[in-house]
């Protein structure tokens, strides 16, 4: 083999109790299943294939979490049947054998079968889940492991030694345990508060490097986008215009700071309408929305799409520089006004050859069923109302 | 009200001097019957100006470091009565403009308001008359809009809005000035003033509870 030897890592995918023996095998550069087979015959000596294994449990790391490799559904029932196969050999062994395998197999395997369960679950790769979703199944796994220790633990003591000593022994364990668990207190209590505060200064750190990003991606181009068009007044203003309001949706918006607005609701759409507007024909168009989110359907689609012509049209012929929006939304009904203060006209003079009040307003309202209040004084201002009824969801379904 | 008896003293109160400058320069430029004799950057320094110099109207920032201008609000109402408070806000969060408004505030204007409309605005405030964005208009009739499944008003005498009230707000949210509103409904001026006083007594009286459901309703704090 010319490549380079990997190194000794338990494998985390594609394992079957702990990922040793197949990555014994990656570091051997041998196949797998002659490796499993090695643990299993040296299993039946005196457990001494289980011991192994457990040793280089322990002691090897676990590889990233990014190597990824599958195992044929034949590999892993081969492998489990191994497992099985050396579990019975070695018990098998334990009962034709002597005294020392006879209490190895017996409460202390318990014990280590208890003590796998709680490594196991602290295994680097489960503790992350551990401290996420299925917490309970983790925990009952770590108890039921603990009581397997004890239990093996307890059983070989009193079946090794006379009851009066056991009972001296564990008096003199338990009260050693609750010395060292006072003893270290403080020592728990720092480490816990430690691990707080650095948790805290890293979500500290990471929202002020994402508010610095935003900044920089948004108003520090902007400003420097000014400073090199200074000399033109309208320009400016539109970029200052669009900014303050991209800042204003993130820091005050639906979905509060940071947080991208999640639905795409009338009050989203008709902003966005208003936003596009201001944009393309520099006029500053404020949408005030009264009564709550809807969702849109296809008639408060139209009814935005009405609203936005109407917008258009007060910024193109209006001659000022602010229009006002209004929307109530009730419960059976939506309300939109457009309106500015602007020069105003008659309704009756409009030429029909003019399609944007005929059509996009007038048009789209009559077909789903909406109507459209015109009212302009020449002089004193131009208000569209526009009136759509709004559907319940089963109306909508059908 | 454009012929001014004698010039009315504003206090400016906001965190950013380069904002204060702004404004100052921009009414003291245009407008003769209003003059800024002090100005103050945090919540200490206003309280601190407020006092010693008595003016007429202050212009209040909601954003500040150390509580904003409701804790000067809270701090000085009390004591000053005479002073009225008008909050000058960037802030798009009507939970903010309205916590002023409850404290005391008279009126609510926005940062992009050009200096004639703002002076306009600080004589409308110093006459005795409330001043209303379209955009707070639209704040209290959501605190008041009384939807199916909303809190139960605490006191109806103060959480209801007369069916006039919401008239005059709604026209106020559409973009309308007084005079209009007063054209439309057939009322005299001093009517829709005297509407829209009642309307902010009621948003500075009405009970906390509704106001914060309505708040975290609207995922606002």
Not at chain 1, 134 to 145: D, I, S
Not at chain 1, 149 to 166: E, N, P, S, T
Not at chain 1, 316 to 330: L, R, T
Not at chain 2, 84 to 112: M, P
Request: proline letters at 4%; charged letters at 25%; one cysteine or more.
């Amino acid at each position: 083999m010319n490549t380079p030897t990997p190194p000794l890592v338990r494998r985390r995918s594609g394992r079957i109790v702990a990922g040793v023996a197949g990555g014994v095998a990656d570091h051997l550069g041998v196949p797998v299943t002659w490796v499993r087979a090695a643990f299993i015959a040296l299993g039946a000596m005196w457990w001494a294939g289980a011991l192994a294994y457990g040793l280089l449990w322990v002691f090897v790391r676990q590889e990233s979490a990014e190597v990824t490799r599958a195992t044929p559904r034949r590999e892993r029932q081969q492998a489990l049947g191994l497992a099985a196969l050396g579990v019975a050999g070695a018990l098998v062994a334990a009962a034709l054998g002597n005294d020392l395998v006879g209490w190895i197999a017996g409460p202390l395997g318990v014990a280590a079968v208890g003590a796998a369960l709680v490594w196991r679950e602290a295994d680097e790769g489960q503790r992350r889940r551990w401290t996420r979703t299925g917490g309970r199944t983790a925990l009952w796994r770590t108890v039921a492991g603990a009581l397997f220790v004890a239990a093996g633990i307890a059983v070989f003591l009193f079946g090794q030694l006379q009851l009066g000593q056991v009972q001296f022994a564990l008096l003199a364990v338990l009260a050693t345990l609750v010395g060292v668990g006072v003893l270290t207190v403080p020592w728990w209590v720092r480490l816990v508060r430690e691990l707080t505060e650095e948790r805290r200064e890293r979500i500290v750190e990471t929202e002020r490097a994402e508010i610095a990003a935003h900044l920089h991606d948004s108003v520090l181009q902007t400003l420097a986008l000014i400073q090199r068009q200074s000399d033109q007044p309208r320009e400016v203003a539109r970029l200052a215009r669009g900014q303050e309001r991209e800042l204003r949706t993130w820091l005050y918006g639906a979905g509060g700071y940071g947080i991208p607005a999640s639905d795409a609701g009338l009050t989203a759409a008709l902003a966005a309408a208003a936003a596009e507007v201001e944009d393309t024909y520099a006029v500053t168009v404020a949408p005030v929305v009264v009564g709550g989110d809807r969702p849109l359907d296809e008639h408060l689609r139209a009814l935005v799409l009405a609203g936005r012509e109407a917008m258009v049209n007060a910024a193109k012929h209006a001659g000022v520089a602010e229009v006002s929006v209004y929307c109530e939304v009730e419960d059976d009904e939506v309300n939109l006004f457009v309106r500015d203060r602007g020069s105003g006209f008659d309704p009756a003079d409009v030429p029909d050859d003019r399609h944007g009040l005929a059509d996009s307003v007038h048009g789209r309202m009559d077909r789903h069923g909406g109507t459209v209040r015109l009212r302009s004084t020449p002089g004193e201002g131009t208000e569209v109302h526009l009136a759509m009824r709004a559907r319940t969801h089963e109306e909508a379904a059908t | 009200m454009t012929e001014p008896e004698n010039t009315i003293k504003v206090v400016l109160v906001d965190d950013h001097a380069l904002f204060r400058s702004g404004v100052r320069a921009e009414l003291d430029r245009a407008v003769p019957d209003v003059s800024v004799v002090g100005e103050a950057g945090s919540v200490d320094e206003a309280v601190a100006a407020i006092r010693h110099l008595r003016p007429d109207v202050v212009l209040l920032d909601v954003h500040m470091p150390d509580g904003g201008g409701a804790e000067v609000l809270r701090q000085l109402r009390p004591e000053l009565p005479d002073v009225v408070f008008l909050a000058l806000s960037v802030s798009d969060a009507a939970e903010d403009v309205i916590a002023v408004i409850r404290a005391g505030a008279r009126g609510y204007v926005t940062k992009t308001i050009s200096g004639r409309e703002l002076a306009d605005a600080v004589r409308r405030v110093h006459g005795g008359d409330p001043v209303f964005s379209p955009r707070l208009a639209g704040f209290v009739l959501d605190v008041f809009s009384q939807k199916p499944g909303a809190a139960p008003p605490g006191d109806p005498e103060l959480d209801l809005l007369t069916r006039r009230e919401r008239d005059v707000l709604r026209l106020l949210a559409r973009g309308y000035a007084y005079k209009e509103i007063a054209g439309e409904l057939f009322i005299s001026v001093k009517t829709v003033e005297t509407h829209v006083s009642s309307v902010l007594r009621k948003t500075q009286l009405s009970n906390r509870y509704e106001l914060s459901r309505w708040a975290s309703d609207r995922r606002l704090v």
